[in-house]
């Protein structure tokens, strides 16, 4: 199986799962494409019983998901979602978005790495603590897709709607090229056997700082050649775009810096210099429409490779056991990380009642998180870091995104606690 032999597979099912959904289901997205992966993976296993020489997991098994999702899928999403910020729009909600994307993503991930690797100890599974950081800081990313069409459907202030759609846009990217450095200090310090703070500060120096720096001249880059192309030329300015995140993926490979920094970066800068009066011509509407087309398409791709990964999990009832408590240990840290930073923030700005509880329980989880576990490949770990994603995510999907409604009526008539 080649690279596009699994988008192609994963283009077709999102299509009929989508098709399916609209018309016969009509449930939300990321709930009705979960649950019908979700029915196929379970009928292929049940057909492999029957029919070993059939069995298609085996074959899933055996591929390598780190070369279609990082090469591909994870730089794509960050620069689409990243694109999309407008930091205008967010007027005075600015500050606290960012609060709660970075510092939040900080605490979440320290919170959930603490509590999970205790866990393993009381379980005998054996995970390094840089490991189970590395799970804090991927399930702490958060669906913009889902969260952002679920609000749609009530009516909230437009302060707690901009807090929690910017929130869910930048707290993906800061979650993701969190976990992947996490990655990097876990394989250069741990598996090399001398973990010393030197040598992790110097890798979150060279990824994050080399992405930065990087990041700033290909988005700054990109913005000045659109500036000089009409917008009628929408092809040859999505062309640009396009080419823009596969070098820009490329380069930061190649000097070992993080790709996924450079996309976020690349796409905050375009998509706002792009929206300034001076930069009208710099990029046009249909750039942007495409680019949120890609988000929401490689978002369904994504929840359908939540049902497949039913495929490649390993079968062990404690991994399952440890999914399901960490669970508990993903919500309260999510609680965490936003109680602490409003409940600062509070002293000098007003937050709506039930702020709070409503951005804790709108966090759905979504494929970002199941395509980073998948790409550790060669990760000592991986197998328990994907099966308590997994369990995670789909408890997230359907039972947080079922009941995520009833919370947001809640916070409608008023009977949700004062966040500030």
């Known amino acids: 199986m080649t690279v596009l032999d699994i988008i192609a597979i994963l283009i077709f099912f999102s299509g009929l799962f989508i098709f399916i959904n609209t018309f016969y289901l009509k449930l939300p997205s990321s709930i009705g494409l979960t649950i019908m992966a979700l029915s196929l993976s379970l ?7 029957l029919f070993p020489q059939f069995h298609l997991a085996e074959h899933v098994k055996q591929y390598d998901f780190e070369e279609v999702l990082c090469q591909f899928v994870l730089s794509f999403m960050l620069f689409a979602g990243a694109l999309n910020i407008d930091f205008k729009k967010l007027g005075n909600q600015l500050i606290p978005v960012l609060v709660l994307s970075f510092f939040g993503v900080l605490i979440s991930t320290l919170a959930i790495g603490t509590l999970v690797y205790f866990l393993m100890d009381l ?20 669906d913009p897709v889902a969260v952002t069409k679920t609000i749609r459907n009530h009516r909230l202030s437009t302060e707690l709607e901009n807090k929690i759609s910017g929130e869910a846009l930048l707290n993906g990217g800061v979650a993701i090229v969190l976990a992947l450095v996490l990655v990097n200090v876990y394989k250069e310090e741990v598996v090399m056997g001398s973990v010393s703070i030197g040598g992790v500060s110097w890798i979150f120096l060279r990824d994050l700082g080399g992405g930065l720096l990087l990041g700033i001249f290909f988005g700054w880059i990109g913005y000045k050649v659109l500036k000089y192309i009409d917008n009628d030329d929408a092809q040859v300015e999505v062309l640009i775009t396009l080419a823009l995140v596969m070098v820009g993926s490329f ?8 790709s996924m920094l450079v996309a976020v970066l690349s796409g905050l800068i375009v998509g706002n210099l792009g929206r300034e009066k001076d930069g009208e011509s710099a990029v046009g ?15 369904a791709m994504l929840f359908v490779l939540i049902g497949f990964e039913m495929l490649v999990i390993p079968l062990r009832l404690n991994y399952f056991a440890a999914g399901f408590f960490a669970i508990n ?5 999510r609680w965490l990380s936003v109680f602490i930073p409003i409940r600062l923030m509070s002293m000098n700005r007003s937050f709506d009642g039930g702020t709070i509880s409503v951005l804790s ?10 395509a980073v576990s998948l790409s550790l490949f060669d990760f000592k770990g991986q197998e328990i870091i994907v099966t308590m994603t997994y369990v995670v995510v789909v408890c997230s999907v359907l ?20 966040a500030g």
């Open 43 to 49: 009928l292929v296993l049940i057909f492999g019983l």
């Open 285 to 299: 509407t249909y750039v942007y429409k495409f680019w949120q087309l890609m988000e929401e398409s490689l978002a």
């Open 361 to 370: 329980w709108g966090a759905l989880r979504g494929g970002l998180p199941v």
């Open 329 to 333: 240990i993903v919500l309260f840290a």
């Open 399 to 418: 039972y947080q995104g079922l009941t995520l409604g009833k919370v947001m009526r809640l916070y409608q008539n008023g009977h949700l606690e004062k």
């Open 251 to 258: 380069v930061a490979d190649f000097l070992s810096v993080s």
């Open 123 to 142: 379980m005998n599974i054996d995970l390094h603590y840089i490991g189970c950081l590395v799970f804090g800081a991927l399930i702490s990313s958060t």
